[in-house]
C-alpha cells in the first residue's frame, strides 16, 4: 500500500530566510506526486505537482520541489519564505487511479 | 467561478442522530470525493466517484453512504453519526484520475456529542 511521511510536524522559521519541508513516499511504481497548501480556514489548493520529465518542478509563488526516485522523496523548498506562506502543507502521491493518498501535513509558521 | 461548494460550513449532532452534508462543482468534472481531515492524520478518502453514475469505496467508509445525483453533485450521508466522525469534512472534484489536481471545498466542520 501507498504511504507517505512527512518528516516534520511543526517548522517555524523566521520571514526572509529558507525553509524545507520534507517528504518521503513509499511505493514500488512510478507515482505522480504533488504538494497541496492549507491556508487556515480553507479547503486544499494545489501548489505543485510532478508527473514526469525534469525533476525539478516549481510553483509560481518561488516554491520548488525536487523528486529524487532513488530516496523517494519529494522535498518542498523555498529560498527565502514571507508571512503570507504560514500555512499547512500536504504532501500526496497517486499511482495512476482515483486514490491519492495524503501525508499528516507540516505547518509552516513563519516568524516576523 | 464559484468551483467546488460545500454545505453546511458548521454542524453539530448528537450520537445516533443523521445529517447529509452536500457538494456540487460547476467546472464539470467526472470525478468526486469525499475527504475526512483529523488532527495529525493527514486527509483520508471515505468514498470517491469516478463517474456519474458510480461510487467505490475509499480508506475510511464505514458509517458512510453516498449519493452522485449527477454529474455535478455528490452527496455523503451519516445515517447513525457517532463521536468518532468528529471532523472536518472536505468534497473535491478532478476532470480525471491520476495526475490530475483536486480542486477542493471549504469544507465542513462537524462535531458529534
Known amino acids: 500500500a501507498q504511504s507517505v511521511t512527512q518528516l516534520d510536524s511543526q517548522v517555524p522559521v523566521f520571514e526572509e530566510a529558507p525553509v524545507e519541508l520534507r517528504c518521503n513516499y513509499s511505493s514500488s511504481v512510478s507515482v505522480y506526486l504533488f504538494w497541496y497548501v492549507q491556508y487556515p480556514n480553507q479547503g486544499l489548493q494545489l501548489l505543485l505537482k510532478?508527473?514526469?520529465?525534469?525533476?525539478l518542478v516549481e510553483s509560481i509563488n518561488g516554491f520548488e520541489a525536487e523528486f529524487n526516485k532513488s530516496q523517494t522523496s519529494f522535498h518542498l523548498r523555498k529560498p527565502s519564505v514571507h508571512i503570507s506562506d504560514t500555512a499547512e502543507y500536504f504532501c500526496a502521491v497517486n499511482p495512476g487511479g482515483f486514490k491519492t493518498i495524503f501525508g499528516a501535513g507540516t505547518r509552516l509558521f513563519v516568524k516576523a | 467561478n464559484a468551483g467546488v461548494t460545500q454545505t453546511p460550513k458548521f454542524q453539530v449532532l448528537k450520537t445516533g442522530q443523521s445529517m447529509t452534508l452536500q457538494c456540487a462543482q460547476d467546472?464539470?468534472?467526472?470525478?468526486m470525493y469525499w475527504y475526512r481531515q483529523d488532527p495529525g492524520m493527514g486527509l483520508r478518502l471515505i468514498y470517491y466517484?469516478?463517474?456519474?453514475?458510480?461510487?467505490d469505496k475509499g480508506e475510511v467508509p464505514n458509517g458512510y453512504n453516498v449519493s452522485r445525483l449527477n454529474k455535478r453533485e455528490f452527496s455523503l450521508r451519516l445515517e447513525s453519526a457517532a463521536p468518532s466522525q468528529t471532523s472536518v469534512y472536505f468534497c473535491?472534484?478532478?476532470?480525471?484520475?491520476?495526475?490530475?489536481?483536486?480542486?477542493f471545498g471549504s469544507g465542513t466542520q462537524l462535531s458529534v456529542l
Open positions: 467546472m464539470n468534472h467526472n470525478s
Open positions: 466517484s469516478a463517474s456519474e453514475g458510480t461510487t
Open positions: 510532478y508527473l514526469s520529465g525534469s525533476t
Open positions: 473535491a472534484s478532478s476532470k480525471a484520475q491520476g495526475g490530475e489536481k483536486l480542486f
